[in-house]
């Protein structure tokens, strides 16, 4: 697996343009290199970008854990709100340190990508959590259509206030 520095080694392979299997295979590495070398402690907007260039308007997205599809890329972008802000924030101001990686899964099926994903948090005590899911992507005309997670895995506690660097309204201490 690859991790930060958020650099993307995919394999480079001649792929035919007229081919909609090397679209997809091209379109997904662009996709995961364009995540993987997003700054979260820089930005949030540039995620929202990305869904904006690479998921359809109506892309549907399911997960093994729960039974409802969101539908939408509106309603895609509100929910990574969601989680994308507070991390910003403990990443820009509170001193966590954001890493995500990603590696290709082998498919077999034609216009669907899948990869495996990590996300590791590691608060400025050193303590750390690692959460690792799956993704199985359907593309049409180079925009994700479907995506579905799964396997999704946790090792490590949930950091907490004490794993961050959280200046008091004086800026001049901190909590500890």
Same mark, same amino acid.
Not at 124 to 128: K, N, Q
């Given at each position: 697996m690859k991790g930060r520095p958020m650099t993307n080694s995919h394999?480079?392979?001649v792929l035919d343009p007229s081919s909609s299997t090397d679209s997809a295979a091209r379109a997904e590495r662009e996709l995961n290199t364009a995540i993987v070398s997003a700054d979260i402690s820089a930005s949030y907007e540039e995620f929202l970008a990305i869904v904006d260039q690479f998921y359809a308007d109506d892309v549907e997205l399911r997960s093994d854990s729960s039974p409802e599809a969101l539908i939408g890329r509106a309603r895609l972008k509100s929910? @990574?709100?969601g989680f994308l802000v507070p991390v910003h924030v403990m990443a820009e101001?509170?001193?966590?340190?954001?890493?995500? %990686?990603?590696r290709p899964i082998a498919g077999d099926s034609l216009d669907e990508q899948h990869?495996?994903?990590?996300?590791? @948090?590691v608060g400025?005590?050193?303590?750390?959590v690692r959460i690792s899911w799956s993704v199985r992507r359907r593309w049409k005309? %180079?925009?994700v259509v479907g995506e579905y997670h799964y396997d999704h895995q946790q090792d490590g506690e949930a950091l907490g206030p004490s794993d961050l660097r959280i200046p008091t309204f004086s800026g001049m201490e901190e909590i500890e």
């Open positions: 394999n480079s392979t929910l @990574l709100m101001i509170g001193g966590l340190s954001v890493s995500v %990686s990603e990869s495996q994903w990590s996300l590791e @948090l400025v005590t050193g303590r750390a005309q %180079s925009r």
